[in-house]
């Protein structure tokens, strides 16, 4: 292989063992400097993913800890001060730093500056690179994640010091939500990407055939960006609390094929977490379900391959939580018969007590999707900068628990049904006199119960359709005579 020799000096190489010195490049960091830079201007991308995501991480492992990597003036004069090279390099850099270490404010908005440049280049300047798709995906994700971080971050007013509050006056454009989302937006508009999609509908373009790469000297970044940005969005708008826009980001992308969100595992699971999330908070119950079930029995059947991959934590921990919401939506909503055997063993192994007790509406059940819900969302945040004028309070819960208010009232809205179904399951047909008295209200409630539950058994898809959650539903008929059919 090309970069052989790196690998043979990167063994031979000993951990550092002093203190950091940011421009201490050791042997094994230039030639992987060195050797990334000659295989991104020959556009090998094998030789690029493989020291990217094997040669990156064992470096990361063995060298660099718990302390940040060599700055990037320190290597710049071994890629001939190559600007691109350099801003790609600082993007690993400070992905590294935010895996490894605390992130100082500076440090931040730093990355911020960063993604500016970086994103401003692909956007307005002349890039010819082929990049991985594992790259590509994981600095849309890191940006995101990033944003999200920050506002977690910021706010956490009550210990900040004097120096941290007068950065975050002075540097007030930094992690903008309207910033962060026009760089997202800017990449899906830039890139034609959805037009790119289209076209290849009526077989005109090779966009997922290709996994979006370009084998005519071309480059990929600004595609894939752009794709990956369609999925940046919708997680974005999650984090808000905006389903509808969320999901309306993504709907160029047909999630029931195979397509290049699937080639990176770290891509499909973030996308099926949150488009099935975002389905169960506007009670798209039937739609999460299915799409929770698919990725699911997908990470059941392929999880042993990614065991060393950095990612597999991160696999583990959406493969819970995932279980989660979809013991929440089969809680919600009873439509068992949509889950495979497979991933249905595991939810009852992992919780079928809890769905039992689900089932009795009481404030136990209210504890319970409390806790799953809670466990299971996105870390959801306030966007908006705090008032400095004010006294300094934390407020970093704030949208949290205005997401799980909404929830839970929801929720409790379904207590009132589960009566009626009880029934529904029982006859076949009922009058409405009877099924009045065997639920011990009169006539007139029941009524109102049974368009709840109507109601609440529907919901408006995307494309602005009523769709049935229900598993039994009814009719009822002049002489009052309720007909159930399932």
């Known amino acids: 292989m090309a970069n052989q020799d790196f690998e043979e000096r990167q063994q031979q190489q000993q951990p550092q063992e002093l203190g950091y010195d940011p421009n201490f490049v050791p042997d094994s960091v230039k030639s992987f400097v060195v050797h990334l830079y000659r295989h991104i201007r020959e556009k090998n991308v094998y030789e690029i993913h493989q020291m990217y995501e094997s040669s990156f991480q064992t470096l990361s492992e063995r060298l660099f800890k718990d302390t940040p990597w060599p700055s990037v003036d320190a290597v710049a004069h071994y890629v001939d001060n190559d600007h691109v090279f350099c801003l790609l390099y600082r993007e690993m850099w400070f992905r590294h730093l935010y895996a ?179 389905n169960l908070m506007l009670r798209r119950y039937v739609e999460a379900i299915r799409e929770f079930n698919k990725i699911l029995l997908y990470i059941f059947k392929t999880k042993q391959y990614h065991q060393k991959s950095p990612q597999y934590e991160q696999i583990l921990k959406k493969n819970e939580q995932m279980y989660a919401l979809l013991a929440i939506s089969l809680s919600l909503c009873p439509q068992s018969r949509l889950v495979d055997e497979t991933v249905n063993s595991q939810l009852r192994e992992k919780y079928g007590e809890k769905m039992v007790r689900m089932q009795r509406y009481d404030d136990e059940a209210f504890a319970i999707y409390d806790e799953l819900f809670s466990y299971a969302c996105p870390k959801f945040i306030t966007p908006s900068a705090p008032s400095f004028e004010e006294p300094l309070v934390n407020y970093n819960q704030d949208a949290y628990r205005l997401q799980l208010k909404l929830f839970l009232y929801e929720a409790k809205q379904q207590q009132l049904l589960s009566g009626v179904r009880t029934f529904l399951k029982v006859y076949s047909t009922i009058s409405l006199t009877k099924l009045a008295s065997y639920m011990e209200v009169d006539e007139p409630t029941l009524r109102t119960i049974l368009m709840t539950y109507k109601h609440k058994t529907h919901a408006v898809d995307s494309d602005g359709k009523i769709t049935s959650n229900a598993d039994l539903d009814f009719y009822i008929n002049d002489v009052s005579l309720l007909t159930i059919f399932s």
């Open 100 to 278: 490894r270490l605390t992130p100082t404010l500076r440090q931040r908005i730093d990355s911020w500056d960063n993604y500016c440049s970086l994103f401003q280049v692909v956007l307005h300047g002349v890039v010819n690179m082929q990049l991985p798709n594992q790259w590509l995906w994981d600095m849309v994700d890191e940006f995101v994640y990033q944003f999200q971080s920050f506002c977690q971050y910021r706010a956490k007013m009550k210990n900040k010091t004097e120096q941290e509050i007068a950065l975050l006056r002075q540097f007030d454009q930094a992690w903008n939500v309207f910033g962060v989302l026009n760089f997202l937006q800017a990449l899906v508009e830039k890139s034609a990407i959805i037009q790119i999609l289209e076209q290849e509908k009526e077989g005109l373009e090779q966009f997922t055939a290709t996994d979006g790469y370009d084998y005519n000297g071309g480059s990929n970044v600004l595609k894939v960006l752009g794709y990956f940005s369609m999925v940046g969005l919708l997680r974005v708008h999650c984090l808000l609390g905006d389903y509808h826009t969320g999901l309306k980001c993504l709907l160029p992308i047909d999630i029931t094929q195979q397509g290049v969100y699937t080639s990176v595992i770290g891509s499909h699971i973030t996308t099926i977490y949150h488009y099935g999330f975002a």
